[in-house]
């Protein structure tokens, strides 16, 4: 029994499953007659869920994507630009564009050794600067409307193609993450890269790879995205990619790297889309749904101090209480 | 200690393992090895020793492929190594040191497969990892769970885990940079065990310890290093460990050292019943013009200790305070123990001791700056005085107040953050490990400046691992073991032997 | 419990005894040389300002300059805030555009409501400075900094868009709106409040003991505690004055635009951030100054204003700006891995 809690206790998944379970609780409470629609929450987790299991592998290493949203618009771009009625041949031309630009990340990154923040803000705002141009800053519509609806019905149960896609990228990144070398190198990478280097792990190609997972998933993200809506546009590339690294910090993968999965952040993007559609169908807000999202991004980020301070008080109050009963003790005594 | 090892001259040896000839090593214009010449037997155990700064660690870093030696060679089994650490581990060398190679969010047994996952159809096989992993810490330090995670182990645990990742590599020579610097008496035997049984089936091993009673028991011949030049290949059976520190130190640890003793002096800091998570229940006072040791293992709270006690960490119970005009003023924050005239001197100089992107004066004034600023602003011209008479009166080198901290040789980074604090009028100086890392120049210059600050009457407490130093420095030494004070050693009862009796369980 | 007053200047002479003399070779200063390439941004910018006006000939007119200026003002004083957190080590402030959101419309709320002028500053700025406190406390307290403020991002703009219910605040044709739309001679109001701003960011990084603290905790956060400077109190600083720069920003924007809504300022984040890592300021710390920061934002401007009188798609422009980080921080990168090696 012992075994098993410190086993589960050193998943990295434990921490989301226990958030998972207290907002579970207070939507509960605060909302009981809310109804979802199962099949909603996992369309809506699908997309965010598949950039940021990208965005996971990345952060893992120890690096940092903000491109993401980018590459996300520019595969929905170019989904449409390559015509929606062929989904296959779509999908071949948004995973190029995603490979292009995870290659110009690894290489600004691996080669050049430029801060990876910084350096994806780069590409990012190139990559933006290209969306704009081929598309005269507008949206662009597709060529197959009836695609984009047989799109969203259920093939099982309430299993919908995008599901699907987001379902297999899981089981891929979260096998590739836990039982490959090189996944297994993504981790070592991050928790310390000297020993990794000393250890024989070729550092700059593991820093290509990751960024060529991160802009692939990004870029099939704007696939489904434009296959759903047989649209594209190139705004829509900022709101994602903070979404994304939302469900990578609340599904326990630290920014320091060397921790983390693919499955907690999936997690993390299931219960994000649970609460936003859990919020649509009582008819609230954008704000609310805004607000909670980021309170609970700051209370897991702050957590670590929160308890710093709770122990601070606690050590505080015991002082009080000891000091209290010596004087006591010495004052009978 | 059970082991006895036979006595055989290595110098004689017809085929050593390791033979090093002539390395030479400049560092930013100090000479940190020269002329060092050395060879190892098959299966022999070498002790090398020195003091900090001596030029032990160049010296296995050179052997290791971490560094490339200005002239000499290095040959491992008669082929000369090219200096990178790939071409020395394809020769068999594995060099276990102090900064700790592991990586902390992975588990023990994927540590020690870092880089050759066995496979099983293509994917990683966790059960090869962990039966592999297995076999070897039950030789190594039977008892550890491989699959925990190495973050939450033990400093100790970790200098096991760091010795079986070496022997994975099937070493024919294992270097191990101050093993025992975190390990208890037992764990140190456990460590000699092993030690003797590798060497047994023919493997080299390179111990380099501050611990000479350690030494003794477990090595047939002991390398003295010192300044960087080798003092001598001391047999140990025809040796004695007052012997040894002689050559190592270079002068008879005794009466020059030796400070007049001042009864009476008033008490400067008064530390009751202080605890934290690791430290239990510390109590002493120390005197005006004291120096008082701290030894102790590496992971017995020494450190936890001191920084409680200027309130740089939090405490759980007691207090430290400090004596101003007739009182003891309780200790709140740090920032109100400095304003008191406490000072205290980390023991990692890159981590918490300088900024060393910003330059040398900015380094030296930053305790001083606000009595260096009317109101909010900055009085530039006492500031860029006060720097260079630091720089100066300190003598650090270059004495160039605008160069970055970066670019000063670990003596003279030792002498700014020494010098920042002691420009101040202080009451109290507390040192962790004030000589890691610097040259013997410089440590010579540094416990002359400990003694000036004691001399006028501030309090000095110093902890260090160097038991020479600690010894040589101290006029009275406090032992602690698993956060608790064992023994207070005054006068002759100052010695290594006791100190490591009262330090391990 | 007086703390006793420290003769600073005062240096016990320390009788060190005999100690082995090393020679050290003469220490010059540093090189006229190596003062251009640490400024080699400056060179760029007068490059870029003397091939504009050769190149293009509307560029070098008064009409044209003031234009640019007051093009990169807004977004200029964002910029100007973020210098303080960057070199503060705190990496960036990404709530940037929620304050400047939150600062207009405040700041046009009260203008509506008739506080007038002084309080409609105050008030659009104070409410930015909040949000300011909040990420400090938080990131001063251990909290990585950019997740901190994109939680803070996330939340503020939540509580933007219930602010005006997804509408603009168009605020009262007053003094609020004559003053960001005013000249003070030839220079608009708005130029005036950049270099002003820049200029005392600039003395308050360079001549006071706050300025002295940000570049040392910025520097080695740990080596700045331990030497007993104020951390916790000088990050929270570099976070509220960013923010009220960008609080500043957001009042002016909704003024000068006469309009006030969730989506002013958005974008700003990144610009400011671009500007100053061009200037050359280090994301590492504890380096750079506010002047850098005021020569990367001029290089953006004069870019963006040849793109357009050139008539080159605006799309372009975040290419460019694209490039020329890569170009300008991989220079770097590169420069200190051969220096190294």
Redo the contacts between chains.
């Keep these: 029994m012992n075994a098993l809690v410190s086993r589960v206790r050193r998943r990295p998944e434990a921490r989301i499953l226990l958030i998972a379970l207290v907002v579970m609780v207070v939507l509960n409470l605060l909302l009981p007659d809310a109804t979802v629609s199962i099949q909603q929450v996992l369309v809506r987790a699908s997309t965010a869920g598949l950039i940021a299991m990208g965005l996971t592998v990345v952060i893992i290493q120890g690096q940092f994507d903000l491109s993401v949203g980018t590459t996300y618009a520019l595969g929905a771009i170019f989904t449409i630009f390559a015509g929606t009625s062929n989904p296959g041949l779509a999908l071949l031309a948004a995973a190029a564009i995603g490979l292009v630009l995870g290659v110009i990340n690894g290489f600004v990154v691996g080669v050049m050794g430029i801060n990876s923040l910084i350096a994806t803000i780069a590409t990012g705002s190139i990559g933006l600067g290209l969306a704009y141009l081929i598309t005269d800053e507008a949206p662009v519509q597709g060529n197959n409307v009836a695609g984009a609806i047989a799109f969203l019905k259920p093939v099982w149960w309430v299993i919908t193609p995008p599901v699907i896609i987001f379902l297999i990228a899981l089981i891929v990144l979260q096998l590739f993450m836990l039982r490959t070398r090189t996944g297994r190198d993504f981790y070592a990478l991050g928790g310390n890269q000297d020993a990794a280097r000393a250890a024989g792990i070729p550092v700059r190609w593991r820093v290509f790879q990751g960024f060529i997972i991160s802009g692939l998933c990004a870029a099939i993200g704007g696939w489904l995205t434009a296959i759903k809506l047989d649209a594209a546009n190139p705004n829509q590339s900022i709101g994602v990619a903070l979404l994304a690294v939302a469900a990578v910090v609340i599904g326990g993968t630290a920014l320091t790297g060397g921790t983390g999965s693919p499955l907690g952040t999936a997690m993390a993007a299931l219960l994000l889309a649970w609460i936003g559609s859990t919020f649509d169908a009582e008819g609230m807000s954008a704000m609310v749904r805004d607000i909670t999202y980021g309170s609970i991004l700051l209370l897991v980020v702050a957590a670590d101090q929160l308890a710093d301070v709770v122990r601070a008080i606690r050590r505080q109050v015991g002082r009080r209480i000891r000091l209290m009963s010596s004087r006591r003790g010495a004052a009978t005594g | 200690m059970a082991i006895e090892m036979t006595d055989a001259p290595e110098s004689l040896a017809p085929n050593p393992s390791l033979s090093i000839s002539f390395v030479s090593k400049q560092f930013g214009g100090e000479q940190a090895l020269e002329g060092v010449s050395m060879s190892v037997a098959p299966g022999e155990i070498r002790a090398i020793v020195g003091e900090n700064g001596a030029g032990k660690s160049t010296l296995m870093r050179i052997v290791a492929g971490l560094e490339t030696p200005d002239t000499g060679e290095v040959r491992v089994y008669g082929e000369a190594l090219s200096f990178t650490p790939h071409a020395s581990r394809l020769a068999g060398v594995a060099l276990v040191h102090q900064e700790l190679s592991l990586v902390p969010p992975l588990s023990v047994a994927e540590n020690l497969a870092l880089g050759h996952l066995p496979l099983r159809r293509g994917l990683v096989s966790r059960r090869a990892m962990l039966r592999s992993a297995r076999e070897i810490m039950d030789r190594v330090h039977p008892g550890l769970d491989v699959e925990e995670t190495v973050s939450r182990l033990s400093l100790a645990k970790r200098q096991f885990v760091e010795i079986a990742k070496a022997l994975t590599q099937s070493p024919r020579i294992l270097v191990l940079d101050e093993p025992t610097a975190t390990l208890s008496l037992t764990e140190a035997d456990e460590l000699a065990v092993l030690v003797a049984g590798l060497a047994a089936e023919g493997m080299s091993v390179i111990f380099v310890s501050h611990r000479i009673g350690e030494i003794f028991g477990l090595c047939s011949t002991a390398t003295v290093l010192k300044d960087g030049v080798k003092v001598a290949d001391v047999t140990l059976a025809s040796s004695s460990p007052d012997e040894l520190v002689r050559l190592m130190v270079g002068r008879d640890l005794g009466a020059p050292l030796i400070r007049p003793p001042r009864p009476g002096a008033p008490i400067a800091l008064r530390v009751r019943n202080l605890s934290t998570d690791v430290v239990k229940d510390v109590s002493f006072e120390l005197r005006e013009g004291e120096i008082l040791g701290i030894g102790g293992l590496v992971g017995a709270g020494r450190t936890e200790m001191v920084r409680a006690v200027c309130r740089l960490d939090p405490l759980n119970h007691g207090d430290a305070g400090v004596r101003e005009a007739e009182e003891i003023v309780p200790l709140r924050s740090y920032r109100q123990a400095i304003r008191l005239g406490v000072a205290f001197v980390p023991e990692d100089r890159h981590l918490e001791g300088l900024a060393m992107d910003l330059s040398v004066g900015d380094n030296a004034v930053a305790p001083s700056v606000g009595e260096l600023s009317r109101f909010w602003f900055l009085a530039r011209r006492a500031r860029q005085r006060l720097a260079s008479m630091i720089v100066k009166h300190y003598d650090v080198r270059p004495p160039t107040p605008d160069l970055p901290a970066s670019k000063l040789s670990g003596g003279n980074q030792q002498k700014v953050v020494l010098g920042k604090w002691l420009h101040r009028p202080l009451r109290v100086l507390i040192l962790d490990e004030p000589t890691r890392g610097v040259d013997v120049a410089a440590k010579a210059q540094v416990h002359g400046l400990l003694k000036d600050a004691a001399d006028k009457g501030t309090g000095v407490i110093v902890v260090s691992s160097d038991l020479p130093e600690l010894i040589s420095v101290s006029d009275r030494v406090l032992v602690m073991r698993d956060g608790r004070v064992t023994a207070e050693l005054t006068g002759s009862q100052i010695t290594e032997e006791t100190v490591m009796r009262y330090a391990t369980p | ?1 007086r ?7 005062e ?7 005999p ?2 003399v ?3 070779g003469e ?1 010059s ?1 540093p090189s006229p040389w190596r003062v251009l390439k640490d400024r080699q941004i400056f060179v760029i910018a007068v490059i870029a300002v003397v091939v504009a006006s050769l190149a293009v000939p509307q560029f070098a007119t008064v009409g044209n300059v003031e234009a640019l200026l007051v093009s990169v003002s807004l977004a200029g004083l964002a910029a100007i805030g973020m210098t303080l957190v960057v070199i503060s080590g705190s ?2 402030d990404l709530s940037v555009p929620a304050q400047v959101a939150l600062g207009s419309i405040v700041g046009l709320m009260l203008d509506e409501r008739g506080y007038g002028f002084a309080i409609a500053l105050l008030g659009g700025v104070c409410a930015a400075m909040l949000v300011g406190l909040t990420n400090g406390v ?1 990131i001063a ?4 900094p ?3 403020t ?10 933007n ?2 602010l005006n219910d ?1 509408n603009a605040v168009y605020g009262y044709p007053g003094t609020l709106k004559d003053f960001a739309n005013a000249s003070l001679g030839p220079v608009p109001v708005l130029v005036v409040v950049f270099f002003s701003a820049a200029v005392a960011i600039q003395f308050v990084l360079r ?7 940000v ?2 905790v910025g ?2 956060r ?9 951390v916790r109190r000088t990050l929270i600083g570099a976070f509220v004055i960013s923010a009220a720069l960008a609080g500043l920003a957001g009042v002016l924007a909704g003024a000068y635009g006469s309009q006030a809504d969730f989506n002013v300022g ?1 974008g700003y984040e ?1 610009y400011a ?2 500007a100053v ?1 061009i200037g050359g300021t280090s ?2 710390g ?2 750079g100054d506010a002047a850098r920061t005021v020569v990367g934002v001029l290089l953006l401007g004069v870019i963006t204003n040849v793109m357009i009188l050139l008539n080159l ?11 020329l ?2 170009a300008v ?2 220079g770097d ?2 420069a ?2 051969g220096r190294s090696r």
Aim: aromatic share 6%.
């Design positions: 419990m703390p006793h007053d420290f003769a600073v200047v240096v016990p002479v320390m009788n060190l005894g100690v082995a090393v020679e050290v220490i200063g990496l960036a938080v307290a251990g909290g990585n950019i997740l901190v994109l939680a803070v991002l996330t939340v503020v703009k939540g509580i868009q219930g997804s001549k006071t003991r706050f300025g002295f603290n570049y040392a520097a080695n740990s080596s700045a505690r331990v030497s007993g400077l104020p958005a990144i951030l671009t890592v994301l590492f504890g380096k798609p605006t799309a372009l422009q975040p290419v460019v700006t694209g490039l980080i890569v921080v991989g990168a590169i200190r891995r």
